[in-house]
């Protein structure tokens, strides 16, 4: 299935109201229901890009997260592919359409398996902002976090009913989850309203948790960031987000990276920058620079004749690629200091210079103009 952005699909500006997401979702599925465009398998692939848009974009949490992560963010939402497409959009879709569309929609999506009656959805997924040092992501390093989640009640875990006891049929549907009844030419399926779809209700509820099956908890634990971290990257720690419903599994915990900035270093990829001053004789004649990486100092040799902004690399001595572990560079950019306040000695010395290579400071300097380029990166 395509990963259009899921504004684009609705085209709906971003900041666009619930009413407007409502309201575009409603026009698009009319036009591509498949029951008005038999065996066109376009507006069928069409028709499901926007259910699965409106989806997101129609709960406010998940639309959150989709503005900061993109869908990504909901992978553990049944939005990694087609086949974890997940049937909450078949109860979407019957919010908005009212009864009127409603058949034949099952097929479409194959099983519902999240409303199935007794079938457990999964917990909502956590997200978390971690901010780092550029040291810390240089290393990696262990980070205690803490996290407000809700976890299955213990007594009757998580099913929120009184532990010996049963859910009952639900008296409304019988148990079927489903109200059927005719609407003119449709047959129309509605979820029932006592059990909400499940087919089962609770007659004895859990006392520990008031039939919820889920309780708050406080957790911290320690999680490992990996050396070469960098800001954007997420760190996916599973089955740590909140509770499922009804004994389902739990969601994942993200934890979103940011990294600091740096005194000295500047940083692209796994490569880093920084900037050192120089003597002009330093310079002119080559010297050794001493340079504090994160590895301990590094003594950098600075070849004879070194210009002002030329780039030296120190390799090695950048961050480790999160993935394939390789190490990146060091690039020190030179820059000559030029001397201030020179004593009188200092000056006749300098002009003795510029006389024994043939200039005169006197006279307007002619040749030294070209096209300026950044020679850093
Ligand atoms: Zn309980
Ligand atoms: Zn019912």
Do not use: W
């Not at 129609?58 to 087609?82: I, N, P, Q, V, W």
């Not at 049937?87 to 999506?109: M, P, V, W, Y």
């Not at 240089?138 to 809700?150: H, L, P, Q, T, V």
């Amino acid at each position: 299935m395509s990963k259009r952005d899921a504004y684009e699909v609705l085209g709906v500006a971003r900041d666009s109201s619930q009413d407007e997401i409502k309201k575009a979702y409603r026009k698009l599925a009319m036009q591509y229901h498949p029951d008005r465009n038999p065996g066109d398998t376009v507006a069928e692939e069409n028709f499901k890009e926007a259910a699965q848009a409106y989806s997101v974009l129609a709960d406010s949490e998940k639309r959150a997260t989709y503005d900061r992560f993109g869908y990504d963010g909901l992978r553990g939402e049944g939005f990694g592919g087609f086949s974890g497409f997940n049937s909450t959009i078949f109860a979407d879709f019957e919010d908005i359409l009212g009864d009127f569309f409603s058949f034949g929609f099952g097929d479409l999506f194959g099983s519902r398996s999240r409303r199935r009656p007794g079938g457990p959805a999964q917990g909502r997924d956590l997200v978390l902002q971690m901010e780092i040092t550029l040291d810390e992501a240089a290393s990696g390093m262990e980070k205690e976090i803490k996290i407000n989640r809700s976890r299955h009640c213990a007594e009757c875990r998580g099913t929120g009913v009184k532990p010996g006891t049963q859910r009952s049929t639900c008296p409304q549907c019988q148990g079927r989850g489903q109200v059927r009844y005719q609407q003119g030419f449709f047959a129309v399926a509605k979820a029932c309203s006592q059990c909400g779809g499940s087919g089962r209700i609770i007659t004895t509820p859990c006392e520990a948790c008031q039939g919820r099956g889920k309780q708050r908890e406080k957790k911290s634990f320690k999680i490992n960031v990996p050396a070469g971290v960098d800001t954007g990257m997420k760190l996916r720690v599973e089955g740590e987000g909140d509770a499922g419903d009804e004994g389902g599994p739990p969601g994942d915990l993200y934890v979103a990276i940011r990294v600091k900035s740096h005194k000295y270093f500047s940083r692209e990829n796994n490569n880093l920058f920084c900037q050192a001053i120089i003597s002009f004789p330093r310079a002119a004649m080559g010297t050794k620079l001493e340079i504090p990486t994160f590895e301990g100092r590094e003594i950098l040799t600075v070849p004879t004749g070194t210009q002002s902004g030329e780039v030296l690399k120190i390799k090695g001595k950048g961050l480790r690629n999160v993935s394939n572990h390789r190490k990146g560079d060091l690039f020190v950019r030179i820059e000559v200091g030029t001397p201030r306040n020179m004593s009188k000695k200092q000056k006749q010395i300098l002009r003795a210079f510029a006389e024994s290579q043939g200039e005169n400071l006197d006279e307007a300097e002619k040749g030294g103009i070209s096209r300026v380029k950044n020679l850093f990166r």
